[in-house]
């Protein structure tokens, strides 16, 4: 009757022992069988289940390609050792099963194990090229400077020019316009935006207010991330 129920420890033992001289439930090469059988374990074998575990591990490593894998699926319980009609994949499966009694060698190595780690590093390596070709996206934010002169004899044009001369890459300069303070001063508010990753406000603050001679302070109005 099969292998019984692979939800339980003697269906998994089952599948164990079947498993032991044989690399797939059926042939020499992943089909239905081992896609049926897959899907009725509830997980990872016990590390004690070695052969069953190798095998799960493996079937596990393609995926969603296990629906390619050729054949026709059946019912669980006419796979191992049962009474349904013999499929045509499982001639060769026999003919494995006779050589391995003779030799007494277990076909699931290490051979298997590494050929399982090389699947899953190609596919790790094909991920990690599709997700470097997606355009990285880059954080920016607009800022609004307040810059307050002297007094109301600085000249605003000036100062505007030495504000915008502050120059680096990450950093684009947008409107201004004049703001009456009180008697007669006016601040410039510009606003400008930035990469987050190259340029911050405290490097703004400390460019502009090296021009002494025009500036007096710069205050931060409004910060948002775009």
Not at 20 to 28: L, N, P
Not at 74 to 91: I, L, M, R
Request: hydrophobic fraction near 30%; proline fraction near 4%.
């Amino acid at each position: 009757m099969g292998f019984g129920d692979l939800k339980v420890e003697s269906g998994i033992k089952a599948l164990n022992d079947y498993l032991a001289k044989r690399s797939y439930i059926e042939g020499y090469e992943p089909s239905q069988a081992d896609s049926v059988v897959f899907s009725c374990l509830s997980g990872q074998p016990d590390a004690s289940m070695c052969h069953a575990r190798r095998w799960y591990n493996h079937i596990k490593s393609y995926g969603a390609e296990t629906a390619k894998f050729p054949g026709e699926k059946k019912d669980v319980n006419c796979y191992g050792d049962s009474t349904c009609a013999p499929s045509k994949t499982s001639a060769p499966a026999e003919a494995a099963d006779d050589d391995a009694d003779d030799d007494d060698i277990d076909l699931f190595g290490s051979d298997e194990d590494e050929e399982s780690e090389k699947i899953r590093q190609q596919r790790l390596a094909e991920y990690a090229e599709r997700k470097s070709k997606k355009p990285t996206l880059i954080a920016k934010s607009n800022i609004i400077l307040d810059v307050k002169p002297w007094d109301d004899e600085t000249d605003m044009g000036k100062l505007e020019e030495c504000v915008r001369s502050v120059e680096t890459d990450g950093l684009l300069w947008g409107a201004s316009k004049l703001l009456p303070v009180g008697y007669g001063i006016k601040k410039l508010q510009i606003c400008c935006v930035v990469e987050d990753d190259k340029v911050g406000t405290d490097f703004l603050e400390e460019e502009i207010t090296k021009f002494e001679d025009y500036i007096q302070s710069v205050d931060v109005a409004a910060f948002q991330k775009i």
